[in-house]
């Protein structure tokens, strides 16, 4: 399986006797006021009609190429990055690039990174938004030497295209190196993960102001089943930090766990025991007094899980993924629309009919539909979650489309609920 170089409800919550058992679940009304649906939301549709390829990614002429990004929403624009491309030099496929785009898929360019010496290079994630500025991270770039090819930096963009490195990784010892994670805005102030780095090489939980103030909060990796290279956002509940690590925890299969900002962390959950989800790269979202997010393995199929998790670290899980021409391994976090009924939206990297990735939905008690399976020309391998703006979702893929990359440059897509 291609990697990137970046590289159900189970029970009800409040119940006693809620265990990590991952059987069939049984409808969770503790933790739903508004009602579970007992079938697929009506917006959800199982078939190919809602699907609308946007733009398809070209390296010609300097354009960037695979986008890993989730997009994001601002003013009725859609903004996003790329991994590669943008012309630039200082990296083998160029360093990657930010762009805008209508939601009818009207592209345009923002910035080439690389364009400097010291500047970031190869976004993976999406970017934040305050006060009309745009905030990310790259994985390689910036000035420290740590790494051989940067450690990563810290970036601001104006809507117009001005862009500055605001933080390079690396700049002192224990500091973070590598961010694979976007980063998230509270109050002003941003904070964020990076993969490795830190006191004991686990990864870090920073925060950095605008003008470029950074601070490691925490250093993953500090005890005997803390958990081990971060690589999704944090969700902030409760003025407290939660996410997921890919590696450590008991069984060495990755971890959700919960932050103050004072730096206290807490391992909520170690995934990887029995046939439970294994190796989250998702970010968690908050939905009714329950987290919910994705393993790229595990479960019965061992190709990845929909789990629930408890503010207090009781888990389940909700949906297994992978059986015969099912949705498979994802790689990208949730979406929620919540009203009569509560369903879930996102894409797998893999699966579907022609097993280069779906989107696909799953109501509150486990069951799934495929919404649409990627065939190569409209996309492959979305990497990304779901942007849903009223009844459309957009999102990316990071190869497929008429782009003239070998395997496709990458795709944006909609998809009309």
């Known amino acids: 399986m291609r990697r990137l170089a970046i590289y159900t409800v189970g029970c009800a919550i409040a119940l006693a006797g809620c265990s990590r058992a991952v059987g069939p679940p ?25 699907f609308r390829l946007l733009f398809s990614f070209d390296k010609a002429n300097g354009g960037g190429i ?9 003013k009725g624009m859609l903004y996003g990055t790329t991994l590669a491309g943008g012309g630039s030099s200082a990296c083998t496929k160029g360093c990657g690039t930010v762009f805008s785009m209508t939601t009818d898929g009207v592209q345009k360019p923002l910035y080439n990174f690389g364009s400097y010496s010291g500047d970031g290079a190869s976004p993976t994630q999406q970017l934040a938004e305050i006060n ?30 001005k862009e500055s490195v605001i933080y390079s990784f690396g700049s002192y010892k224990g500091d973070g190196l590598t961010p694979r994670a976007g980063l998230i805005a509270i109050h002003g102030t941003l904070y964020g993960t990076t993969s490795a780095g830190g006191g004991a090489n686990g990864g870090t939980l920073f925060t950095i102001t605008p003008s470029g103030h950074e601070t490691v909060i925490y250093s993953f990796g500090s005890y005997k089943g803390d958990g081990l290279v971060p690589a999704a956002e944090l969700t902030e509940v409760g003025s407290k930090l ?57 479960g019965k199929y061992k190709r990845g899980t929909l789990f629930v998790l408890s503010p207090n670290g009781i888990e389940g899980l909700l949906y297994q993924f992978g059986k015969g021409k099912d949705a498979a391994e994802p790689e990208a976090g949730l979406t929620a629309h919540v009203g009569t009924f509560i369903t879930f939206y996102g894409t797998t990297a893999k699966g579907g009919a022609a097993g280069k990735g ?17 065939a190569g020309g409209d996309g492959s ?37």
């Open 132 to 161: 009309g500025t745009f905030y990310g991270t790259t994985e390689e770039g910036g000035t420290s030497t740590a790494c051989p090819r940067g450690c990563g930096a810290v970036f601001s963009l104006t809507a117009a295209g």
């Open 26 to 50: 049984p409808v969770p009304t503790a933790l739903s006021p508004q009602g579970f649906g007992a079938s697929v939301s009506p917006f959800a549709r199982p078939d190919a009609s809602g």
């Open 66 to 74: 695979t986008p890993v990004t989730n997009l994001i929403g601002v």
């Open 381 to 417: 391998e979305p990497f990304s979650h779901l942007y849903l703006d009223k009844k459309t979702l957009y999102g990316t893929t990071a190869y497929g489309g008429t782009g003239s990359c070998t395997g496709g440059c990458g795709t944006a897509f909609a998809y009309q609920l």
């Open 358 to 374: 779906t989107v696909f939905s799953v109501n509150g008690v486990g069951s799934e539909a495929v919404l649409h399976s990627f």
């Open 242 to 298: 939660y996410g997921t690590t890919i590696k450590g925890g008991q069984y060495g299969k990755g971890t959700a766990f919960r932050a103050q900002f004072s730096g206290k962390e807490v391992t909520l959950h170690s995934f990887g025991h029995g046939i439970d989800g294994a190796y989250p790269r998702s970010r968690l979202i908050f939905v009714q007094q329950a987290f919910y997010g994705t393993t790229i393995e595990g």
